[in-house]
């Protein structure tokens, strides 16, 4: 039997356990006491041989309620004794007190000893599998089921539907879904939603769509899974239109829906509504739940607002280590490495042990300051004193702290000796290194890579271009963007955005649109104008076209974040932050602008860019012109 040596020790207790006396057992009282012990059900004399079943089976119930292995199991030798284990309902029961338990291998146990099984013996049994992670064990379990016949329920379906979507079985969920058409419960609510669930985790969001508009009478959960498959595809305003809606129909929220409206006004690093949803948060009282507060901080660091981020974390009366991970991200981002680094510290101090994201987020924040023995020695905590083995983002982030502190060839041997095969994340930070001090030989190499894993990818293209233009190697820059257009991979347009009174313009490179761009770049000459005073000029080394130094001025001044900029300046109120955020890495003239900008307006000025956040604030930046 699967069972193992669990029958031996029920056997120990039937003969001389607890139950020696046969005509010893206990009654369960009419008040249920908050947290029985065994000795309240086993010290009364029933003057029978053996209980009632409705006894043993409020008593089973018991003991699953309030995680009672040792009772649960000797209540099992007196049904063993009784000669009661041929009841369906109270096998079905142990099945249930079993899983509850954690003793997964017992409920099998008893399961495939049971002489005849009823639809609730194999919703149990499927439960339990899923429940427990055993998503084989319960789709196994489930063709069995249909291969003796069985009519399954919409309990059974939706089961062995949520074992698919923990493994991202789609093969196997498409199967389901049909299978609950041809049942005709595809409209079932639980059903429904499982199937929505598998779909979004599996990036299938049409899907996930398609069967969410079909469930008519959709629950809160219905609505939580569905934001949150949007928000997993990164669909972020769709999430925040479908909450709108959720808060219109006056359906009760829970903190996974906070949580995921949070990750995503992260996403569009929407401040206002996510200081919003904070306040939501607040009013239902989730606002000291581990996940809305752990997304709380990870909303105001992407947002460019680490002060409100610390203050959150700060007001957590009790942290785990997913706070102390969130927070130590959001320092990360921001390039604060003397905050990291006490953070760290001190969180070993509270008795935490830092983890593999602990380490990425230490990493992370040595590449962005150029800090490269500070990187090394961290590195060799990780290994050597807390035993966290480094996975691939560990090694992307070392090579990113060799290549940005122009040790190349260096960060190409790590590359080389790693224990596994280099990710798209690794050669693109190896390829972004190249292009800073301009060795071509490897870049090519590493653009190589990069075309064969991400072939979709234009970035990288135009990465291998630039590093061909600052080589002034212009026919293979020509060659370079043939090929790009040839393969008819989309580039990636560099844009900004600006949020300001509850609306977010967009600007685009040389942006003719906007319905102010008249006065934008009116308001832009003029602070040009400001600057030149205090010896800004243009850096057109950063502007890879072949083309005069007056046309390379006259395009870098077009830049998105700069239309962004100016357009902040002219309608926020004075000496209020700008904040900017960017879809594509700031380049170097637009970095020089930004410190100028802070000095002449007297404001702080904040872009965040693919890669990090730039407090810009009288002249200076925080990443120390080294990003």
Request: proline share 2%.
């Amino acid at each position: 039997h699967k069972g193992g040596d669990w029958m031996p020790k029920i056997c120990r207790k039937f003969h001389g356990g607890y139950f020696a006396n046969p005509r010893q057992f206990s009654i369960l009282p009419v008040v249920k006491p908050d947290r029985p012990t065994f000795e309240d059900y086993a010290c009364r004399d029933l003057g029978a041989a053996t209980p009632s079943t409705a006894y043993l089976r409020n008593l089973l119930q018991m003991c699953a309620k309030y995680r009672l292995v040792e009772e649960g199991e000797a209540y099992h030798c007196q049904i063993i004794k009784g000669g009661l284990q041929a009841d369906t309902i109270i096998s079905n029961i142990l099945v249930n007190m079993y899983w509850k338990c954690g003793v997964l291998q017992s409920a099998q146990w008893v399961f495939d000893e049971m002489s005849e099984r009823s639809l609730v013996s194999w919703n149990t049994i499927i439960g339990a599998c899923t429940h427990n992670g055993l998503s084989k064990d319960a789709f196994t379990l489930f063709v069995k089921m249909q291969k003796e016949m069985v009519l399954v329920s919409e309990f059974t379906v939706s089961s062995v539907i949520c074992a698919c979507a923990a493994k991202g079985a789609i093969f196997e969920c498409r199967q389901l879904h049909a299978l609950a058409i041809k049942l005709a419960m595809d409209l079932n609510v639980f059903v429904g939603t499982a199937l929505l669930d598998v779909y979004a985790k599996c990036y299938f969001v049409k899907d996930a769509t398609r069967v969410f508009d079909s469930i008519e009478e959709k629950s809160e959960v219905t609505f939580s899974s569905m934001v949150a498959g949007y928000v997993r595809s990164e669909l972020y305003e769709e999430a925040l239109m479908l909450y709108r809606k959720v808060h219109m129909i006056g359906l009760e929220q829970n903190q996974f829906t906070i949580s995921s409206i949070l990750s995503a006004c992260a996403g569009l690093a929407a401040l206002i509504e996510g200081s919003q949803m904070h306040a939501v948060s607040c009013k239902v009282g989730f606002d000291t739940d581990i996940f809305v507060c752990s997304s709380l901080i990870d909303m105001y660091a992407r947002c460019g607002s680490i002060g409100e981020a610390y203050n959150v974390f700060s007001n957590q009366e009790h942290k785990n280590v997913v706070l102390w991970n969130a927070m130590l991200s959001g320092f990360s981002r921001h390039g604060r490495w003397i905050e990291t680094v006490i953070l760290f510290e001190k969180m070993q101090q509270m008795g935490f042990s830092p983890d593999e994201v602990t380490y990425v987020s230490l990493l992370s924040v040595c590449g962005h300051m150029g800090l490269v023995e500070e990187g090394r020695k961290y590195f060799d905590i990780m290994v050597c004193e807390h035993y966290v083995s480094p996975n691939v983002l560990h090694y992307s982030c070392l090579v990113d702290i060799l290549g940005r502190a122009g040790l190349i060839q260096e960060a190409y041997n790590l590359i080389g000796s790693m224990p596994f095969e280099a990710t798209a994340s690794v050669w693109g930070s190896f390829l972004g290194s190249c292009r800073k001090y301009g060795n071509l030989e490897l870049a090519e190499i590493a653009a190589k890579h990069l075309f064969k894993i991400e072939p979709s990818n234009a970035g990288n293209h135009v990465l291998l271009s630039d590093i061909y233009a600052v080589n002034q190697k212009w026919e293979e820059v020509a060659r370079s963007r043939k090929t790009l257009k040839e393969s008819e991979v989309k580039k990636e347009k560099g844009k900004s955005w600006i949020e300001i009174k509850d609306k977010v313009h967009i600007f685009m490179v040389g942006e003719r649109n906007h319905p102010q761009i008249a006065e934008i770049y009116f308001k832009l000459d003029e602070l040009i104008k400001e600057m030149e005073k205090l010896d800004y000029k243009a850096q057109t080394e950063h502007d890879f076209h072949d083309v005069e130094e007056r046309k390379k001025e006259e395009l870098l001044r077009h830049h998105s974040e700069k239309l962004a900029l100016t357009f902040g300046v002219m309608h926020l109120p004075p000496g209020a932050p700008v904040r900017i955020m960017k879809n594509l890495r700031i380049c170097g003239d637009c970095h020089s602008f930004m410190k100028f900008a802070s000095k002449i307006t007297g404001r702080l000025i904040i872009v965040r860019d693919v890669n990090r956040f730039h407090h810009f604030k009288n002249g200076f930046c925080s990443c120390g012109d080294f990003w």
